[in-house]
């Protein structure tokens, strides 16, 4: 990809999160500090010869005073953390209230579990407002800036407000809901422009991605082309970033002494029984109940299984003081207790529920026994611990049940994907769980295992931080504007004074709008009067990525001359067509690494390989995301190969990377080979016309159509502007 040119102060990282990495104890005098374990935490430290990574977050403490403070200060800024204290009023209202009572479950859509009270919000704008004085403290000009989570939503649109030109950006590690869930949110608007205050936003799927920009469309009116959105003549970007884990931490963990000894010892207790495990925090999204349920009935229905498989339940306790985590745990108790009372024997208890939290080192001895993990959530932003399960079983065998509403289903399509409302469908994936043969089981895991292995937290976080830097780069490099009166006047004042007059015109998008049927694209009687009054004194090019047949069916007795299927075929307007031939291969490797990216972060995509290009398919994907990840690999191919000889062409699914002998920008140099001129104008809307922009002298006028990063030095909106430049360029008086 193209190489960006950084300061020394880009490489200054703050990362801003309601909570620090680490876990803060006093007693008896003394203060100690642990980093607390998380697939976040791990990646960032993974950049620490890259970064001078500084972290911002509320270190777990309320505002204590004193001498106490005045030492965790110390200790946490010796690891380049800066705290920030709540008092109890500001948990209360901004965490507990309107970060977890308003927005937790509007965004889960349990809408009926949402509360939007006034003063949680106003709590919520003051935090986040206390967040942005702490940032502005320690903020140097170039400092990256990570905004971590839905607790801050409003920070990224305050610090555009103090420092306009930072390079921001946020993830999202919740669901964000569809428009017609949001707008009931009655604080929506402010939310969305918090939101786009960022350069980038991070989400973990394409479905998340996809409601957002519904609800920037519908609720702010911004349009976005593809996962570009243009705010106030800024481009920022969207994206997903499928957040992954360490998965060496736990496929390498059977060297651990304490997880040999905690392994030995539970195999030991369940003996040949199989186990199924599930890990949850106690939460209404996680679905917990539904699972006791399912164990239950499949119990009832096959009977031959009691006494052979247990249950093993790990629940995490969360937030015990909301009334609706009290009933749940109050609930989820009766059940199991019920169940056990109903199948348990002398020496097997049919369901063994743990209401504590474990150490990462117990949780991953527990992953290395079981037979099966049910991960089965009603909605979940990712779910790590699906990927922490089969990262610690490869190259064992392993069986995963998880839940189609978890963002990692999309990665992990080998494992039982269910319904977790379908409770028939539960009761048999358990089923088919227990009588998966063994090398089912371990070849599923090793396609999972390795697809978490190529993009894991490490990746993630890099991929992140080199996509907020391209967006930065874009930005800067974007010096194309929407053509003015007084820019206007002096391309006027060049075209009468000229006696030679060229055009290139591309067709699509930038003389007629895109047509959902190709044939549909057939040019109106407006645009032909255009074309031939244009042609009468000046010689007119148009190119296409058309066909020939097309092209000569349209346009072959209005004067004008043709080049057909993005510069492969060329016909003078009193000629017959003809090509040119091309032929290096010798760029291949490097553009192959970048498609093999793509690959990578689009499950379903493929490379193919021809004699004189490399094809990227993206059939198989799901068609809004292919459309995006398609713009978003053509446009860094663009910049990889800029002053290259190479061009990028878009197909039916399709992305083509060959030489530019048969590209837009072979045939310009072509056309003014055989056209004499002092006046050189082209105009052109998508990624095909850059090379053609790019290969006309200094003193040709290239025009971008819509918006977007372009090598064009000048810009109009849409094709209505374009054709109404042209007629005004032609007129008398340039009225």
Do not use: C
Request: net charge neutral.
């Amino acid at each position: 990809m193209k190489k960006l040119k950084t300061k020394e102060s880009d490489n200054k990282l703050i990362i801003v999160s309601n909570r620090l990495p680490v876990t803060i104890s006093y007693r008896k005098g003394k203060i100690d500090v642990k980093p607390s374990p998380g697939g976040l935490a791990s990646g960032l430290r993974s950049l620490a010869g890259r970064y001078e990574s500084i972290w911002v977050g509320w270190p777990g403490m309320f505002d204590i005073k004193g001498p106490v403070r005045t030492s965790i200060i110390r200790l946490l800024r010796e690891k380049n953390m800066f705290p920030l204290f709540l008092t109890k009023s500001e948990y209360k209202w901004y965490y507990e209230g309107f970060s977890n009572k308003a927005i937790w479950p509007l965004f889960h859509y349990f809408i009926e579990h949402a509360e939007y009270n006034k003063k949680s919000w106003e709590y919520y704008k003051k935090v986040n407002d206390r967040f942005l004085d702490t940032v502005l403290e320690i903020y140097t000009e170039g400092s990256i800036i990570w905004i971590q989570d839905y607790h801050l939503m409003l920070l990224p649109g305050l610090l555009r407000q103090k420092i306009p030109d930072a390079s921001i950006g946020f993830f999202l590690h919740i669901p964000f809901p569809s428009y017609e869930i949001f707008r009931l949110l009655p604080w929506r608007e402010e939310i969305l422009q918090g939101l786009i205050g960022a350069d980038l936003i991070g989400f973990h799927t394409y479905d998340y991605l996809r409601h957002f920009l519904s609800s920037i469309k519908h609720i702010l009116g911004v349009e976005h082309f593809f996962n570009e959105l243009l705010v106030i003549n800024r481009v920022i970007k969207a994206d997903t970033f499928p957040l992954g884990i360490d998965v060496d931490r736990f496929n390498e963990s059977s060297n651990d002494i304490f997880i040999k000894q905690k392994v030995g010892s539970l195999r030991n207790r369940y003996g040949d029984k199989k186990v199924i495990l599930s890990v949850d925090r106690l939460d209404y999204t996680k679905g917990i109940v539904q699972k006791v349920l399912a164990f239950e009935r499949f119990l009832d229905k096959y009977p031959e299984y009691r006494g052979k498989v247990t249950l093993l339940m790990i629940v995490v306790p969360s937030r015990w003081k909301v009334e609706y985590y009290g009933k749940l745990k109050d609930e989820l108790d009766r059940h199991v207790s019920r169940i056990n009372s109903k199948y348990r024997s002398i020496d097997w208890l049919p369901i063994e529920y743990f209401y504590r939290s474990f150490r990462q080192e117990e949780l991953i001895a527990f992953y290395k026994i079981s037979d099966v993990a049910i991960v089965t959530p009603f909605r979940d932003g990712m779910n790590l611990v699906s990927k922490e399960f089969i990262s610690t079983k490869y190259p064992d065998a392993g069986v995963l049940v998880l839940s189609e509403m978890a963002g990692s289903a999309i990665e992990l399509s080998e494992a039982i994907i269910v319904n977790p409302n379908n409770m028939d469908e539960l009761v048999s994936a358990i089923k088919k769980s227990m009588e998966m043969p063994i090398s089912e089981a371990r070849d599923r895991v090793s396609l999972m295992f390795n697809k978490l292995k190529r993009y894991d937290v490490y990746r993630w976080v890099e991929d992140f931080l080199d996509s907020l830097k391209r967006v930065k780069a874009e930005q800067e490099e974007a010096v194309s504007d929407v053509i003015s009166e007084t820019v206007f006047t002096k391309i006027k004042e060049m075209y009468d004074n000229a006696n030679r007059r060229l055009f290139f015109l591309d067709y699509d998008g930038t003389l007629i709008p895109f047509f959902r049927r190709v044939k549909e694209a057939r040019p109106d009687s407006e645009l032909i009067r255009v074309l031939k009054d244009l042609s009468r004194e000046n010689e007119v090019v148009l190119i296409s990525g058309r066909d020939r047949e097309t092209m000569d069916e349209w346009f072959s007795d209005i004067g004008v001359n043709l080049t057909g299927e993005h510069g492969a075929w060329f016909k003078k307007k009193s000629g017959s067509w003809y090509k040119l031939e091309d032929v290096d291969n010798s760029w291949k490797d490097e553009i192959r690494s970048v498609m093999e990216y793509y690959v990578d972060k689009t499950p379903g995509s493929s490379i193919e390989e021809k004699e004189f290009s490399l094809v990227w398919h993206y059939r198989g994907v799901n068609s809004d995301l292919g459309y995006i990840r398609a713009r978003d690999l053509v446009e860094n191919l663009s910049y990889m190969i800029a002053g290259t000889n190479l061009q990028v062409l878009e197909g039916n699914k399709v992305v083509e990377i060959k030489n530019s002998e048969i590209g837009k920008g072979r045939a310009v140099r072509e056309w003014l080979k055989e056209i004499d001129s002092d006046f050189i104008l082209a105009i052109g809307d998508d990624w095909t016309d850059e090379d053609m922009f790019r290969s006309l002298s200094d003193d040709g006028i290239t025009i971008k159509v819509g918006f977007g990063s372009t090598s064009a030095k000048f810009r109009l909106r849409d094709y209505k502007e374009v054709r109404e430049f042209i007629i005004k360029l032609m007129s008398d008086q340039g009225e």
